[in-house]
């Protein structure tokens, strides 16, 4: 009887915790997610594509390392752009976290991992044309409220990339992952 009242007590806190993640970064209650539900991680390379300088692409499994060939990481003064969220960033994020935090855990499974919300997305710009581009999101595994805590979330990549690398959970945060300049774009604040 004892073990389930501290499962429910246990249950019940991180509920309370995993709400508030984007509130206490200086967000509201209104979301910022322009993600539709269905929409699927693609590749971008081909004559059609971006480049990488979109949503799209898939996990990064190079433990966020740069590719060869990418464009230098932005240095000197930074240039930072709030961007609208493309419609296909949702399935990438999902499939980049999925990498990490799915890692070695057989319950966890693809289909579970929820669509992210109040999702910002932008890039920063340096003075010596390095670019990189930054996603923040609530995430996290269905049925599973201790994943969804600790947010929002960070991933990144630069413009030469096709895969997204998950940073991590900021803990509420957000300047510790993101550039400054990017969070006060974003209408946020690093307090």
Request: charged share 20%; net charge positive.
């Amino acid at each position: 009887m004892n073990k389930m009242i501290v499962r429910g007590a246990t249950l019940a806190m991180a509920l309370c915790l995993a709400s508030p993640a984007l509130v206490a970064c200086g967000g509201d209650s209104k979301s910022d997610d322009k993600t539709e539900a269905g929409s699927t991680a693609t590749s971008s390379k081909g004559a059609e594509g971006s480049g990488g300088t979109d949503g799209t692409g898939g996990s990064d499994t190079n433990g966020g390392a740069p590719a060869a060939g990418s464009s230098p990481k932005p240095k000197g003064s930074l240039k930072a752009v709030k961007l609208p969220v493309p419609g296909d960033l949702s399935g990438a994020l999902q499939d980049t976290y999925f990498a990490v935090a799915g890692k070695g855990d057989a319950k966890r499974k693809r289909e579970n991992v929820m669509l992210p919300k109040h999702v910002l997305f932008g890039k920063v710009t340096g003075a010596n044309g390095g670019v990189q581009f930054y996603a923040v999101g609530d995430i996290g595994f269905k049925n599973d409220p201790v994943s969804q805590q600790d947010g929002p979330h960070v991933w990144k990549k630069d413009d030469s990339q096709n895969s997204w690398s998950y940073v991590g959970d900021t803990g509420g945060a957000l300047c510790g992952k993101v550039p400054a300049d990017l969070v006060k774009a974003w209408g946020k604040s690093c307090n």
